[in-house]
């Protein structure tokens, strides 16, 4: 079946704007997860969910950060009043339920904040 | 921090060489993955390793994994120039039921043809 996917692929914003992030899990997978890789970086954790629920936001860098998900699969990432170093490749990854299963990533969005 | 660190940062090797990348954590695992990433965009699900597992094997790939000395390694024979790519550790902490990975940085492949 089809992976995660995300969109935009590549977002180029000026700073002070806001921008959305959207990702669609693999279907029937509860779990979802976003991460941020900042360049030559490993992976930063920013949010999980299960299913609608968010029982960890402990990852996001600031209240400038916020995301949702909606009947259990899309999740949408938003960053308000956007800041140079938000620039990052932001990736989605969804595992069949919550726990320790394997992560499935999808492709990333690419943000550059000028 | 309880990321994962990977060692070397950087290999390069020519193919048909083997390539041997080691990670250290600090958490208590409840499993140890192993992920590839082209071109700093998706990652891909190469390998996982269980706390109570040593040693494990998927093609030209071997993993493997103390948990008293808290490392892992991976090993990937018979090199290819394809290999070339950033491979990163991720380690699954016991103390959470939610899944949460923690990364390391990564360490950066290139095979030369």
């Known amino acids: 079946g089809a992976g995660v996917s995300q969109s935009p692929s590549n977002k180029v914003t000026e700073k002070g704007k806001d921008v959305e992030l959207r990702c669609d899990p693999i279907s029937g997978h509860t779990a979802l997860y976003w991460y941020r890789q900042s360049l030559g970086q490993g992976l930063e954790f920013l949010i999980y969910?299960?299913?609608?629920?968010?029982?960890?936001k402990s990852g996001l860098p600031s209240d400038r950060f916020s995301a949702e998900r909606t009947g259990g699969s899309v999740s949408t990432l938003t960053i308000q009043r956007t800041q140079q170093e938000d620039s990052a490749v932001y990736l989605c990854a969804s595992s069949p339920k919550t726990g320790t299963d394997t992560q499935y990533f999808g492709p990333g969005t690419r943000l550059t904040v000028l | 921090s309880q990321q994962g660190e990977e060692d070397p940062q950087a290999l390069s090797i020519q193919e048909g060489e083997n390539a041997t990348m080691n990670c250290s954590y600090k958490?208590?695992?409840?499993?140890l993955q192993w992920y590839r990433q082209n071109s700093g965009r998706g990652l891909v699900h190469l390998i996982l390793i269980r706390s109570n597992e040593r040693e494990k094997h998927s093609g030209r790939l071997r993993v493997t994994l103390d948990t008293s000395k808290k490392s892992s390694s991976l090993l990937i024979t018979a090199s290819r120039a394809a290999d070339t790519a950033s491979y990163f550790c991720a380690a699954s902490d016991r103390g959470s039921t939610l899944g949460r990975l923690y990364f390391g940085r990564g360490t950066q492949l290139t095979v030369w043809p």
């Open positions: 969910f299960q299913g609608n629920s968010a029982p960890d």
């Open positions: 958490t208590s695992i409840n499993n």
